[in-house]
């Protein structure tokens, strides 16, 4: 039987995984606040940005983003708590065969979502097209952009994961893509269509098994949901 003392250390620790999910998701908001200084202070809406506002709006958020996952990482390993691995996985082919399978499926949603075209060419046309010769430098710090926000989507997966792991054990599931889908994908509904949001909450899912399937290892994780961002 567990004593006090334990039930008490266990409550604390699903506080914890919680409150560092909502920390990561307030991350995600805080670029809505930034955005909304920054309109005020250039005048303008974020689709009218320069190119020099849009590259300080991408580095600030970058800086927030990092910082903050960062934080809610270093924190929690303080406290006992290591929700990633740093493990280098050993994966089979039939587990390869499964993330590649999710990834292509994922970038079809996406491309349905872009008028079935391929999403970083389109994005690199618009830049190009809104900032000429500064297009590419536009693209680059976009996908660094694209970078930042996998990490904090790993961050809610991870602790997500973690919290549902330590409330039912013993049962393998994607408790993360439930703690982002709740969240990061259900958010969309306040900023995007409800298209958009239904997309969100289904690339949830699909982050929360890559996230069993690659063994929860840091490096790896963040390259292939990183990868369904961009595509």
């Known amino acids: 039987m567990m004593t006090t003392l334990t039930v008490k250390n266990n409550r604390k620790r699903n506080l914890n995984c919680l409150s560092y999910i909502l920390i990561a998701f307030g991350l995600l908001g805080g670029e809505l606040v930034l955005v909304a200084i920054e309109q005020a202070i250039y005048g303008a809406d974020l689709s009218a940005f320069t190119l020099g506002q849009r590259l300080i709006h991408w580095s600030l958020t970058i800086v927030l983003w990092v910082a903050g996952c960062s934080y809610c990482y270093m924190t929690a390993k303080k406290e006992g708590i290591e929700p990633l691995r740093v493990i280098q996985p050993s994966l089979t082919a039939k587990t390869w065969f499964f993330i590649v399978v999710i990834v292509m499926i994922s970038g079809l949603l996406s491309s349905y979502l872009w008028g079935w075209q391929f999403k970083p060419f389109v994005e690199f046309q618009g830049m190009m097209e809104r900032h000429d010769s500064g297009g590419i430098l536009a693209f680059i710090f976009q996908q660094m952009y694209y ?43 306040l900023s995007q269509d409800i298209v958009t949001a239904l997309y969100c909450v289904i690339f949830s899912l699909f982050c929360g ?12 994780s963040l390259i292939v949901i990183t990868l369904m961002f961009i595509i």
């Open 209 to 220: 098994v890559l996230f069993l399937l690659i063994k929860k290892d840091a490096k790896l």
């Open 147 to 189: 970078i930042a926000e996998g990490l904090v989507i790993v961050m809610i997966i991870a602790f997500g994961q973690t919290l549902g792991e330590q409330l039912i054990k013993g049962y393998v599931f994607p408790w993360g893509s439930i703690a982002l889908g709740l969240t990061w994908g259900l958010g969309h509904l």
